[in-house]
């Protein structure tokens, strides 16, 4: 079935760095876009999201990229901190509005920050 | 404002047994839905529930069940366990039933020996 996955499973940065971590998703009806963080020992923390109608969202030190031609999207982290240090999920709501078939995860990835 | 909260944190069972994890929304959400995490992966939706009952189900055989209560905190039920079993049961929760703005809650690791 179509699923969320990701291009890299760790992924090593210096503190300061800018961070890049990439997801491809396979469903073209797919209509929002979470990013998740999870810390070990944590449940999964909500930090941005974009709908399918958008190619760009910021939050604080965050940047969320879509690019639905390529069925590709992209979490930016600026100036990387060692409080970045997690995992990192993409997920996806494949319809608009509740009650669809739960979130779609995709595999992670392992971002680490070396000091 | 109490987020949403899971218990047991840890629980370990023999393959076969039946095991009950608990799961209390946060304020103001009355619906729950529950994802498996295994080891290395991705969380994958069980089930949601919303005013008592399972509105939607993923790929996970009749072994798994719920409940939810009427103030909306909820049970995942296991019978039968098998060693596959064995991984951290996410407690996610939200209001009317949107994904969008879910909130999970820290899991219950569980293993089955």
């Known amino acids: 079935g179509e699923s969320v996955g990701l291009h890299l499973p760790t992924l090593s940065v210096q503190e300061g760095d800018n961070s890049i971590i990439n997801c491809a998703y396979s469903?073209?009806?797919?209509?929002?876009f979470i990013w998740y963080k999870q810390e070990s020992g944590k449940g999964p923390q909500f930090i941005i999201d974009?709908?399918?109608?958008?190619d760009k969202r910021q939050g604080q030190r965050v940047t969320v990229l879509l690019n639905k031609t390529v069925k590709h999207l992209s979490l930016q982290i600026a100036a990387t901190q060692p409080g970045d240090s997690a995992v990192y999920f993409c997920a996806e709501i494949p319809y608009s509005g509740g009650g669809a078939d739960g979130l779609t995860f995709g595999k992670g990835t392992h971002l680490i920050i070396q000091p | 404002d109490a987020g949403v909260t899971q218990s047991p944190t840890h629980l370990i069972k023999t393959r076969g047994q039946q095991v009950t994890l608990r799961c209390s929304p946060k304020?103001?959400?009355?619906?729950v839905s529950w994802y498996q995490q295994a080891l290395g992966q991705g969380p994958q939706f069980i089930f949601q529930?919303?005013?008592?009952?399972?509105?939607q189900r993923g790929n996970f055989p009749d072994r798994f069940s719920g409940h939810q209560f009427p103030n909306y905190s909820s049970e995942l039920n296991v019978n039968a366990l098998l060693l596959g079993d064995s991984a951290l049961y996410l407690c996610?929760?939200?209001?009317?039933?949107?994904?969008?703005?879910?909130?999970f809650g820290p899991g219950t690791r569980l293993t089955v020996t």
């Open positions: 996610a929760s939200s209001y009317g039933r949107e994904l969008y703005e879910q909130y």
């Open positions: 304020s103001g959400h009355d619906t």
């Open positions: 469903n073209s009806a797919s209509d929002y």
């Open positions: 974009i709908r399918s109608n958008m």
């Open positions: 529930y919303y005013e008592e009952e399972e509105r």
